[in-house]
C-alpha cells in the first residue's frame, strides 16, 4: 500500500533553516510528484510547491519562491523540503502529499514545525 | 477575492443531505477544471475523497462511501461536494482544491457539524 512517512517534528529559532523529509513506498517514487502543504495552528491548507522525482523538476508558490528548496534521493525514495528564514509564522504542520493529475491522492502524516525564540 | 471561496460552517442532522460548495472567482470558468475534495479530522492529514470534473470524467478515492459524490453548478460557478445520508463521522473540515496558473490552489474550508 502506498505510504509517505514523514520526519518529526522540529523546534527552531527565527532565522533558521529546517528541513524535512517524505519516504515514499509501495508505488515506484520517480514516477509522481511530491507536493508540499502546510497548514498553520487553526487555518486551512496552503500549497508550497512540487517536485519530480524523476528529472528532480520543481515548483514552486510564488510566496514561497525565494525561501523554498525541494529535492530528493530517489537511491531511498525520499523527498525533502527545505524552508529557510524562519519566522514566527512559519509554525505549522507541513505535509507531503503524491501528485497524480491536477491533484494529490495520499498524504504524509505531517510534520509539526515550530518557530520560536 | 479568493479565487475558491467555501462557505466556512455547514450543520445538518444525521440522515440529511449536507452540499459543500466551492465558488470560483469570477472570470475563472468551473466547467474547465477538476476539482478534488478533501476530508480533515483534527490531528490528522486531509484524506482523498474524490475529483469531479463532469459527469463522465470523475473518480472516487479508495473505499470512500457512496455517500460522498460531486457535481458543478455551472450557473454558481461552483464545484460541490454532496454528503447524502450524513454520518457523525463525516464531522470534519472539508477543502476543494484546483490547478490553476500553474499553481494549486485550497479552497477556505468547509466546517461540516452533525447536529
Known amino acids: 500500500q502506498v505510504q509517505l512517512v514523514q520526519s518529526g517534528a522540529e523546534v527552531k529559532e527565527p532565522g533558521a533553516s529546517v528541513k524535512l523529509s517524505c519516504r515514499a513506498s509501495?508505488?515506484?517514487?520517480?514516477?509522481?510528484?511530491i507536493n508540499w502543504v502546510r497548514q498553520a495552528p487553526g487555518q486551512g491548507l496552503e500549497w508550497m510547491g512540487w517536485?519530480?522525482?524523476?528529472?528532480?523538476?520543481?515548483g514552486y508558490a510564488q510566496k514561497f519562491q525565494d525561501r523554498v528548496t525541494m529535492t530528493r534521493d530517489i537511491s531511498i525514495n525520499t523527498a525533502y523540503m527545505e524552508l529557510s528564514s524562519l519566522r514566527p509564522e512559519d509554525t505549522a504542520i507541513y505535509y507531503c502529499?503524491?501528485?497524480?493529475?491536477?491533484?494529490?491522492?495520499?498524504w504524509g502524516q505531517g510534520s509539526l514545525v515550530t518557530v520560536s525564540s | 477575492q479568493a479565487v475558491l471561496t467555501q462557505p466556512s460552517s455547514l450543520s445538518a442532522s444525521p440522515g440529511a443531505a449536507v452540499n459543500v460548495t466551492c465558488t470560483l472567482r469570477?472570470?475563472?470558468?468551473?466547467?474547465?477544471?477538476?476539482i478534488y475534495w478533501y476530508q480533515q479530522k483534527p490531528g490528522s492529514p486531509p484524506q482523498y475523497l474524490l475529483k469531479y470534473k463532469s459527469s463522465s470524467d470523475y473518480q472516487y478515492g479508495s473505499g470512500i462511501p457512496s455517500r460522498f459524490s460531486g457535481s458543478k453548478d455551472a450557473s454558481a460557478n461552483a464545484g460541490i461536494l454532496v454528503i447524502s445520508g450524513l454520518q457523525s463521522e463525516d464531522e470534519a473540515d472539508y477543502y476543494c482544491?484546483?490547478?490553476?496558473?500553474?499553481?494549486?490552489?485550497f479552497g477556505t474550508g468547509t466546517a461540516v457539524t452533525v447536529l
Open positions: 502529499a503524491r501528485g497524480v493529475f491536477q491533484g494529490f491522492d495520499f
Open positions: 482544491l484546483i490547478w490553476h496558473n500553474n499553481a494549486y490552489v
Open positions: 509501495g508505488y515506484t517514487f520517480s514516477t509522481l510528484d
Open positions: 517536485m519530480n522525482p524523476s528529472m528532480g523538476l520543481t
Open positions: 469570477s472570470g475563472i470558468n468551473v466547467g474547465t477544471y477538476r
